[in-house]
């Protein structure tokens, strides 16, 4: 898990990264991330994120999500996967191309500041 942790460059780079192009190797990664550090909200979001973006291979993700959910307030995890459905569905615009890139890409920087704190 050592190997999962970042430089704050490096989720600096790659939060850029997923919000221009929604790349979800990038949302994989900084999953990867928030796991090593222990960041329970965010590791939650995060999760929700890969998840929304099509990574279908979540085992090795699962049991970290599922500890961070057990310490959520009572209908936060509802709330944040609503909130993470919108954020998804603009990126994954990104990813197919429909919209444009300024409009959305502006939008979404937006959307996940107000989903993600910096982790770094």
């Known amino acids: 898990m050592h190997l999962w942790r970042l430089t704050r460059r490096e989720v600096r780079e790659l939060k850029n990264h997923l919000h221009e192009t929604g790349a979800l190797h990038s949302a994989e990664r900084l999953l990867r991330h928030s796991i090593a550090f222990g960041h329970g909200r965010l590791l939650v979001r995060r999760y929700l994120l890969v998840c929304a973006l099509g ?31 919108e954020v998804a569905a603009r990126l994954s ?3 197919a191309g429909n919209a444009e890139v300024g409009e959305v890409g502006l939008r979404s920087r937006s959307d996940m500041r107000a989903v993600e704190s910096d982790s770094a």
């Open 55 to 85: 990574l279908s291979e979540t085992g090795t993700y699962e049991p970290f999500f599922r500890k961070a959910c057990m310490h959520l307030p009572p209908g936060e995890l509802a709330r944040t996967r609503v909130e993470i459905e």
């Open 93 to 95: 615009g990104l990813r």
